[in-house]
């Protein structure tokens, strides 16, 4: 079985703080992929980012940064100099691997971050 | 290029009836996937649709059902309406199942509500 862990449910921090997100997983599969989705009031799930879990290079984006750990099992997002549009919910998310195991996303219970000016 | 549509946005519905909602994937996507989401339960895999074929689906019960038309498109379908079905109901497209593409893109959702 599959199951993703957002132990933080709500994160309030001033702009310009840094914060850091944090996702813990748990798989059985060798092949797998993480991701982060941001949903915005609107309802809609953006999509962050997309790691295979062969490739534990950190990756930076701008303002965003992400540290894969399989030793840990953990795949967290930091968000440096967050801005008020940065308040959303974020969530993690890990899909199986392999090109038949289909398009099904575990998900994480979210990150409800506040961004206050 | 236009994103995943769905439709309608907004549904109200009423113990014992049922509801059809509709999502169109990206343009060239084949898999379209559907997903609840609620306060307590979270985001939750309903069921997957590739090239006209369920191929998974979720722990949900018979209520729930869905199809894939030929042009990828795709309806859901919740029959007895019940309390509990209200949430927000997310579609999602992927290209396909490789590496290079299996980034689910999601809709804005439609939120039931069931009063």
């Known amino acids: 079985a599959q199951k993703v862990t957002q132990a933080q449910t709500e994160i309030s921090v001033v702009e310009k703080e840094d914060v850091t997100l944090d996702c813990v997983y748990e798989t059985r599969d060798t092949t797998y992929y993480l991701f982060w989705y941001k949903q915005p009031p609107s309802g809609e799930l953006v999509f962050l980012i997309r790691r295979n879990s062969f490739d534990e290079q950190n990756e930076i984006s701008g303002r965003y940064s992400w540290n894969f750990q399989k030793s840990t099992s953990s795949f967290n997002f930091t968000i440096t100099a967050s801005q008020v549009v940065d308040s959303a919910v974020y969530f993690c998310a890990l899909k199986r691997g392999g090109e038949t195991s289909g398009s099904r996303l575990t998900f994480g219970e979210g990150t409800q971050l506040t961004v206050n000016p | ?115």
Not at chain 2, 7 to 16: A, D, F, Q, V
Not at chain 2, 70 to 75: L, M, Q, V, Y
């Open chain 2, 1 to 115: 290029k236009a994103g995943v549509t769905q439709t309608p946005r907004y549904l109200i519905k009423t113990r014992g009836q049922q509801v059809t909602l509709s999502c169109s994937p990206i343009s060239g996507h084949r898999s379209v996937s559907w997903y609840q989401q609620t306060p307590g339960q979270g985001l939750q895999f309903l069921f997957e649709y590739f090239s006209e074929t369920q191929r998974n689906k979720g722990n949900f019960p018979g209520r729930f059902s869905g199809r894939q038309f030929s042009n990828s498109r795709s309806e859901m379908n919740v029959s007895t309406l019940e309390l509990g079905d209200s949430a927000l109901y997310l579609c999602a497209s992927t290209l396909g199942d490789t590496l290079a593409k299996n980034i689910q893109y999601f809709g804005a959702g439609t939120r039931l509500s069931v009063l």
